[in-house]
């Protein structure tokens, strides 16, 4: 998991298969992954298998939060054993930078690698 993704024990245990399904999610405004892209900040898996996702968006005027591609978000991260529901909470602060996107997705888009 990334180290800038605050992520309890719980999802902590899901950790190859939040990234699989994450990385199959992607914003439709770049053309890149939400985890590879840097969006994610949060993940928390509870008790009863609600998965809590808070992320943000390149652009506050973004509207992406209730389109296709958040249905797709929330349809992905529930294929997984162990999760029944997931909750993303969409936050603006902090702001995303342009130095969150990862390695593998600066070379995608064309950016030198870090």
Request: aromatic share 6%; charged share 35%.
């Amino acid at each position: 998991m990334r180290e800038d993704i605050k992520i309890n024990d719980r999802a902590l245990a899901l950790e190859k298969s939040l990234i699989e399904k994450l990385e199959l999610v992607f914003d439709t405004d770049v053309e890149l992954d939400v985890y590879n892209l840097g969006l994610i900040y949060e993940i928390h898996l509870d008790e009863a298998g609600t998965c809590k996702v808070v992320m943000t968006f390149t652009d506050t005027a973004c509207s992406c939060a209730e389109t296709p591609s958040d249905r797709n978000r929330r349809h992905r991260l529930k294929e997984i054993e162990g999760i029944e529901d997931v909750k993303v909470e969409v936050t603006w602060s902090p702001a995303w930078k342009i130095t969150r996107i990862s390695r593998y997705g600066r070379i995608a888009l064309g950016l030198p690698p870090r």
